[in-house]
């Protein structure tokens, strides 16, 4: 059997973030085969032979350790050693096996509910990109000798090595980076929730000179989506700013690599724009972002090139390669999500920051904050051109039929597509002059105004992005477009 036959009689997705499923269907013995299947991979690239070392890390959902021995095992079984960097954020994993040039791999589910999961793999040197996937889905999955009983367990005990510490090399690099004075009299916030990095998000934070207050810690998983913030989060923040007069909120998801920033009155920044603030903060010259996020990167004038992917981190740092083979000396990239990719070294003062090609939530939150200087993080955000995003989602919702939505508005000509789409939402937007199909369909409309329509690539769930020039015309196209969806276009795609 091959890691593709295991995806599709498991269930157990494969693709942009890794390998995700129920926490059902992530039996010990689909789990030991994606392992497998992933160090194989690297055997036929040069990464991975008998004695590596596989640096392992997971979140604080209650499936982790349980997923983290059973992936443990299969490093084993291949012939390598396992070497366990315990509950930690997924950069804070990615620096150490990339400076050690070790492969790695992450056991979480992100922002997903609890009872879901994955694992995310990487090479000694970055993530597993789009074209190592076909020669991941082709590889074996068994080992001679190794069985699983009937309902997919391990017929023998796993268990993980003792933990290597790797925290305080990911809290002294921005400490180094940006100096240990950078945020005096700062008082920050961090809503710590479930986040596996709630506690080194607050170390950094102190290292760095602020002072900090933990809120919000739970013991339950919390699934915090940054890129679509919860109704009861929007309302915490805001009462925590008017409860201890914070200068900023910090918050991550649940593996700490995308960032949750609100300003002084409690307003959750979006990434995109988080995103921009980072890069102009670091002075880059090329940034690369995907095709959903805020326009405001190109209407704010601040870097010397900007270029737009398919959304996933992959994508991302494939386009940041390019843009460094062309000339880039600074380049960067970020997501919607807020996640900030570091393509190149950063000078800042006497130190250098080293280039960190995956999701990294603390970079961004700190840049912006250093930005704000002693002004509110409000005006740093109000100085930037007046674009608004705002994301959502249809949950529960078949891809098959999110597919079949999008191909019936993209029928006929160029006039009859837009003629299709300005029925569906012209009163919602006004009159469409223009189609992205880079990723999805992103419509822009002449009043400036855009609607994203995007099947999720790891959940069955329809997602919508917006932009407008305010908050409120941004959310509100963005309830009117997925009601449309869910009231009009679905019954329409599925009677066809």
């Known amino acids: 059997m091959t890691v593709g036959e295991l995806m599709a009689e498991s269930g157990v997705a494969f693709g942009t973030s890794g390998a995700r499923g129920t926490v059902v269907a992530m039996t010990d013995r689909v789990c030991h085969g994606y392992t497998v299947g992933f160090l194989r991979y690297l055997e036929t690239v040069g990464d991975f032979e008998p004695g590596t070392r596989v640096a392992l890390a997971g979140d604080l959902r209650p499936s982790t350790p349980g997923i983290l021995a059973v992936c443990a095992q299969a490093v084993r079984d291949m012939g390598g050693e396992p070497i366990y960097c315990g509950l930690v954020p997924t950069p804070t994993l990615a620096l150490f096996a990339f400076a050690a040039g070790m492969p790695s791999l992450m056991v979480t ?22 074209q190592d996937e076909a020669g991941m889905m082709a590889q074996p999955v068994e080992i001679a000798g190794r069985s699983f009983a009937a ?24 400490r180094r980076a940006f100096g240990p004075q950078a945020l005096a009299g700062k008082h920050i916030g961090v809503y710590q929730h479930s986040a596996v990095g709630r506690d080194i998000v607050v170390d950094i934070l102190r290292a760095v000179g602020a002072e900090v207050t933990p809120l919000g810690r739970s013991e339950v998983f919390v699934p915090v989506d940054t890129e679509a913030v919860r109704d009861e989060d929007v309302a915490l923040a805001r009462q925590w700013a008017r409860e201890h007069g914070f200068d900023a909120i910090v918050s ?6 995308r960032p949750l920033l609100a300003d002084e009155q409690g307003e959750w920044l979006r990434g995109d724009v988080l995103g921009v603030l980072c890069a102009q903060q670091l002075g880059a010259d090329r940034v690369v972002t ?18 737009r992917t398919r959304i996933g981190s992959p994508y991302v740092i494939a386009e940041m390669s390019v843009q460094l083979a062309a000339g880039g000396r ?10 900030f990719l570091l393509g190149s070294d950063i000078a800042m003062g006497n130190q250098t920051l080293t280039a960190l090609p995956t999701r990294d939530a603390v970079l961004p939150v700190l840049s912006a904050l250093v930005a704000a200087g002693n002004a509110p993080l409000s005006a740093l955000v109000a100085a930037l051109p007046p674009r608004v995003t705002y994301s959502n989602r249809i949950e529960a919702f078949p891809t098959e039929t999110s597919t079949r939505i999008l191909a019936r508005l993209e029928q006929g000509t160029d006039t009859q597509r837009l003629e299709r789409i300005e029925q569906a939402f012209g009163e919602i937007a006004g009159k469409p002059v223009g189609i992205d199909r880079t990723d999805g369909l992103r419509i822009t409309f002449a009043s400036g105004n855009v609607i994203h329509l995007r099947p999720s690539g790891n959940a069955p769930e329809l997602r919508c992005y917006s932009e407008a020039r305010d908050a409120a015309t941004a959310r509100a196209i963005n309830d009117a477009a997925l009601d449309v969806v869910r009231n009009r276009l679905a019954r329409e795609a599925l009677a066809a």
């Open 151 to 174: 309902n997919g367990s391990l017929t023998c005990g796993a268990a993980l090595p003792d933990p290597v510490i790797v925290a305080p090399a990911y809290i002294e690099r921005y």
């Open 330 to 339: 600074k380049v960067c990239g970020y997501e919607a999500n807020g996640g």
């Open 290 to 307: 995907p095709v959903s996020s805020n326009t405001v990167l190109e209407k704010c004038g601040a870097f010397d090139e900007t270029a």
């Open 252 to 257: 991550t998801d649940g593996d700490s690599d």
């Open 109 to 130: 589910g992100s922002h997903i509910p609890a009872d879901r999961n994955g694992i995310k793999f990487y090479r000694p040197h970055g993530e597993v990109l789009k």
